[in-house]
């Protein structure tokens, strides 16, 4: 294993072989551990390339804090609505305000649900529903995250405790909870060594349950830990218990050696193992943010003041406590550690138009976790955005029949080779005999290629550029979903079937 890893850092073929085969979680963590940084690094950007990974950089958003006025909670998630950043819900932040408005707390998600588009990520929810905690946890200032690693128990000395009378009395709410939800976060660091932090593992397989059900995305929260041990266990169960996210906890939750270095092996590990391929973090100090970005991160997970991601990503000990805003900081570090040509960072809602657009045109049968050829089509994003309101409310102007109608003759050339090139490409099989695509990413075009050319009956050849690519083939259809993308290419190719 560790020969492949280390040639898949400069050959793209290994890569390629290294994604498609069955990976043992020590193997994988043994053979990292024994990598420099700089090539941990090369090796987790390497996979985040389509389509290895999620080549998307994501800031997601806590809103909510105990302490705040259900109008203030209704305005910040207002605003991440109007920005395009997932609303991470802390639930038992919901039932607080709830409590002090003389609601119940699916009353506040059901205001919150109404008033935004972007996806809900729900946390904090256990066996009972949200999870109701006393006000020396709720009013944390965050000492751990404030005097640094490293962690050894909080420093007030509570344990997780829990205000069971209160989570029964609205159990009955349960279920309708997660079917707001777009995703749902368990927490496994009660198998890490952890049993002070979390709720025990039963409820974390209770609500992955509940998850799957309702065919919800469901992110695995881990502590780097030791950063070998710890870490081993955290991605076994979250695989085990069908985890399609990785959420990575460093911070005070970061004792290994290096902390640094660890955080990024854990990131380039995580890029590998991870099912849905979205690797985020919900607690890492300012080094780490900017090493796990270097490394592949997708996602970090932030706050609006008082919210207690506010400050657990994105400062550094002395600097980080209750009352910070942290989401403007972790929009700097991404935008000066990550640099994507095809999309912003982080993503805004201009882009996840187009990137929902693709999904609403796919459908549910086509999408993540479902495969062509040996990938799946998108990423955890995909699932995560079919349960959101922008999914629900959005209208196509042509729908898979239309764009499949539109075909005349044997050949068809496909401008633009992402994922939704390859269920149109699936949908065509029965009708043509060759399908071209062209991509002006020439990894993008090959991957798209190669994964075709073993999915499909139909001849996949590669194009040479769109317009070429064009007069090779009976028909064209611009297969991007970006306007900017899909008009450039109809300028050159005004005959091509333009789907947006």
Same mark, same amino acid.
């Given at each position: 294993?560790?020969?492949?890893?280390?040639?898949?850092?400069?050959?793209?073929?290994?890569?390629?072989?290294?994604?498609?085969?069955?990976?043992?979680?020590?193997?994988?963590?043994?053979?990292?551990?024994?990598?420099?940084?700089?090539?941990?690094?090369?090796?987790?950007?390497?996979?985040?390339?389509?389509?290895?990974?999620?080549?998307?950089?994501?800031?997601?958003?806590?809103?909510?804090?105990?302490?705040?006025?259900?109008?203030?909670?209704?305005?910040?998630?207002?605003?991440?609505?109007?920005?395009?950043?997932?609303?991470?819900?802390?639930?038992?932040?919901?039932?607080?305000?709830?409590?002090?408005?003389?609601?119940?707390?699916?009353?506040?998600?059901?205001?919150?649900?109404?008033?935004?588009?972007?996806?809900?990520?729900?946390?904090?929810?256990?066996?009972?529903?949200?999870?109701?905690?006393?006000?020396?946890?709720?009013?944390?200032?965050?000492?751990?995250?404030?005097?640094?690693?490293?962690?050894?128990?909080?420093?007030?000395?509570?344990?997780?405790?829990?205000?069971?009378?209160?989570?029964?009395?609205?159990?009955?709410?349960?279920?309708?909870?997660?079917?707001?939800?777009?995703?749902?976060?368990?927490?496994?660091?009660?198998?890490?060594?952890?049993?002070?932090?979390?709720?025990?593992?039963?409820?974390?397989?209770?609500?992955?349950?509940?998850?799957?059900?309702?065919?919800?995305?469901?992110?695995?929260?881990?502590?780097?830990?030791?950063?070998?041990?710890?870490?081993?266990?955290?991605?076994?169960?979250?695989?085990?218990?069908?985890?399609?996210?990785?959420?990575?906890?460093?911070?005070?939750?970061?004792?290994?050696?290096?902390?640094?270095?660890?955080?990024?092996?854990?990131?380039?590990?995580?890029?590998?193992?991870?099912?849905?391929? &979205?690797?985020?973090?919900?607690?890492?100090?300012?080094?780490?943010?900017?090493?796990?970005?270097?490394?592949?991160?997708?996602?970090?997970?932030?706050?609006?003041?008082?919210?207690?991601?506010?400050?657990?990503?994105?400062?550094?000990?002395?600097?980080?406590?209750?009352?910070?805003?942290?989401?403007?900081?972790?929009?700097?570090?991404?935008?000066?550690?990550?640099?994507?040509?095809? &999309?912003?960072?982080?993503?805004?809602?201009?882009?996840?138009?187009?990137?929902?657009?693709?999904?609403?045109?796919?459908?549910?049968?086509?999408?993540?976790?479902?495969?062509?050829?040996?990938?799946?089509?998108?990423?955890?994003?995909?699932?995560?955005?079919?349960?959101?309101?922008?999914?629900?409310?959005?209208?196509?102007?042509?729908?898979?029949?239309?764009?499949?109608?539109?075909?005349?003759?044997?050949?068809?050339?496909?401008?633009?080779?992402?994922?939704?090139?390859?269920?149109?490409?699936?949908?065509?099989?029965?009708?043509?005999?060759?399908?071209?695509?062209?991509?002006?990413?020439?990894?993008?075009?090959?991957?798209?290629?190669?994964?075709?050319?073993?999915?499909?009956?139909?001849?996949?050849?590669?194009?040479?550029?769109?317009?070429?690519?064009?007069?090779?083939?009976?028909?064209?259809?611009?297969?991007?979903?970006?306007?900017?993308?899909?008009?450039?290419?109809?300028?050159?190719?005004?005959?091509?079937?333009?789907?947006?």
């Amino acid at each position: 294993m560790y020969d492949l890893i280390k040639e898949a850092i400069v050959d793209d073929d290994a890569a390629i072989e290294l994604s498609k085969m069955d990976k043992n979680v020590v193997e994988v963590v043994d053979a990292i551990s024994e990598l420099s940084l700089e090539d941990t690094m090369k090796l987790g950007m390497k996979f985040k390339r389509f389509p290895l990974g999620c080549d998307l950089t994501e800031a997601v958003v806590g809103t909510c804090a105990s302490d705040l006025e259900l109008m203030e909670l209704l305005g910040n998630c207002r605003l991440s609505d109007m920005l395009g950043l997932p609303i991470h819900i802390c639930a038992y932040a919901f039932a607080d305000i709830a409590e002090k408005h003389g609601m119940r707390g699916i009353e506040v998600m059901r205001k919150v649900y109404d008033s935004v588009d972007v996806p809900l990520d729900l946390d904090h929810f256990g066996e009972n529903g949200p999870m109701r905690l006393p006000q020396n946890i709720v009013g944390c200032g965050g000492e751990c995250y404030n005097k640094g690693p490293v962690y050894t128990e909080c420093p007030r000395d509570r344990i997780h405790e829990r205000l069971i009378d209160k989570e029964k009395a609205e159990s009955s709410d349960k279920e309708e909870w997660v079917k707001l939800s777009s995703s749902v976060a368990i927490n496994l660091t009660s198998e890490q060594t952890g049993e002070g932090h979390a709720a025990p593992y039963r409820e974390a397989e209770d609500i992955a349950n509940l998850a799957k059900k309702y065919q919800r995305g469901l992110e695995a929260i881990m502590f780097i830990g030791d950063g070998y041990d710890d870490l081993i266990t955290g991605f076994e169960k979250a695989i085990g218990i069908g985890a399609d996210v990785f959420v990575l906890e460093g911070g005070p939750y970061n004792g290994a050696k290096n902390p640094v270095e660890a955080f990024a092996k854990a990131v380039a590990a995580s890029r590998i193992l991870c099912p849905g391929k &979205v690797v985020g973090t919900n607690g890492a100090y300012e080094r780490e943010c900017r090493i796990g970005l270097r490394s592949g991160l997708n996602v970090i997970i932030t706050g609006f003041p008082k919210n207690h991601h506010g400050y657990m990503c994105g400062y550094e000990p002395g600097t980080a406590r209750r009352g910070k805003f942290g989401l403007p900081r972790i929009m700097q570090i991404m935008k000066e550690e990550v640099h994507n040509p095809n &999309v912003q960072v982080p993503v805004l809602k201009e882009d996840l138009i187009p990137l929902t657009t693709a999904i609403k045109i796919a459908g549910r049968d086509y999408i993540y976790p479902k495969k062509i050829g040996a990938y799946t089509v998108g990423d955890a994003h995909w699932a995560t955005l079919i349960n959101s309101k922008m999914y629900k409310n959005l209208t196509l102007k042509n729908d898979l029949n239309d764009i499949v109608n539109s075909v005349n003759g044997n050949s068809v050339a496909l401008l633009g080779g992402r994922f939704l090139s390859w269920v149109i490409a699936n949908e065509l099989d029965k009708q043509v005999d060759e399908i071209i695509i062209s991509d002006a990413d020439p990894w993008v075009q090959r991957m798209t290629v190669e994964n075709l050319q073993d999915a499909l009956d139909a001849t996949i050849i590669p194009g040479d550029g769109d317009v070429n690519s064009a007069k090779q083939a009976d028909s064209s259809i611009i297969s991007s979903t970006v306007p900017g993308i899909s008009n450039k290419i109809l300028n050159k190719v005004p005959n091509a079937f333009n789907i947006v």
